[in-house]
């Protein structure tokens, strides 16, 4: 079941690679997998990954949603309350 998340994960990061690198709060959410009022709160009192102003528009590169994903990651039994 993991691996078949993984692929489509990958699917995800290529068909928005081939358009714009840039995803807007809800792709960018469904792409890390977690609830859109989710990510607009670690916005608001951090923690979340980066994002960037296009105009009024705030956008997710994925390379940086990548690298928060990477650095936020745990393994079995792990807390990050701990």
Same mark, same amino acid.
């Given at each position: 079941m993991?691996?078949?998340?993984?692929?489509? =994960?990958?699917a995800r990061a290529e068909r928005a690679k081939r358009g714009s690198p840039f995803l807007n709060t809800k792709q960018a959410a %469904?792409?890390?997998g977690?609830? =859109?009022?989710?990510l607009e709160m670690m916005r608001k009192h951090g923690g979340g990954p980066r994002f960037r102003y296009h105009g009024? %528009?705030?956008r997710y590169h994925i390379d940086?949603?990548?690298?928060?994903?990477?650095r936020n990651r745990q393994t079995r039994g792990e807390r990050s309350d701990a």
């Open positions: 993991i691996h078949v998340r993984v692929r489509r =994960r990958h %469904f792409y890390i977690l609830h =859109r009022t989710t009024r %528009f705030i940086d949603l990548d690298q928060w994903s990477l």
